[in-house]
C-alpha cells in the first residue's frame, strides 16, 4: 500500500484544514487507517484512527475538533481539523494497517510522506 497525504499548510488560530491521504491498490477497505503527528524535537504521535469497520477513536488533544473519514470507493481517507491551535503544529502522517486500529505507532504497517500543518498564534 502506498498513501499520499495532502491538503497541509500555513494557518492561524482557529482556523480549519482538510488533510487528505489517497492510497494504492485494491486493498483499502480492509485496511484500518490512521492520522499521526510529529512536532519538531517531539515522537511521532496517534491523533486519530478509522476501522475497517468505520470505528474511530481520536487522541484527547483533538477531541471535539478533528474528525477522521474514509471514502473506500476513493481510497480516500480524511482528517478534517477545525479550530486549530499552535501546538497542532506538526507534520501530519497517514498509515494504514491491515490489522486492528490501536494508537501504537509502531503497530502500524504502512506510511506516508507527511504533510506540514503549521498555526501562528
Known amino acids: 500500500v502506498q498513501l499520499q497525504a495532502s491538503g497541509g499548510g500555513s494557518v492561524q488560530t482557529g482556523d480549519s484544514l482538510r488533510l487528505s491521504c489517497v492510497a494504492s491498490?485494491?486493498?483499502?477497505?480492509?485496511?484500518?487507517m490512521g492520522w499521526f503527528r510529529q512536532a519538531p524535537g517531539s515522537k511521532r504521535e496517534f491523533v486519530a484512527l478509522?476501522?475497517?469497520?468505520?470505528?474511530?477513536g481520536y487522541a484527547d488533544s483533538v477531541k471535539g475538533r478533528f474528525t477522521i473519514s474514509r471514502d473506500n470507493d476513493k481510497n480516500t481517507v480524511y482528517l478534517q481539523m477545525n479550530s486549530l491551535k499552535p501546538e497542532d503544529t506538526a507534520v501530519y502522517f497517514c498509515?494504514?494497517?491491515?490489522?486492528?486500529?490501536?494508537?501504537?505507532?509502531?503497530?502500524?504497517?504502512?506510511w506516508g510522506q507527511g504533510t506540514l500543518v503549521t498555526v501562528s498564534s
Open positions: 478509522i476501522g475497517r469497520n468505520g470505528s474511530i
Open positions: 498509515a494504514a494497517n491491515p490489522g486492528g486500529p490501536t494508537a501504537v505507532v509502531r503497530a502500524w504497517n504502512y
Open positions: 491498490g485494491r486493498t483499502f477497505s480492509r485496511h484500518a
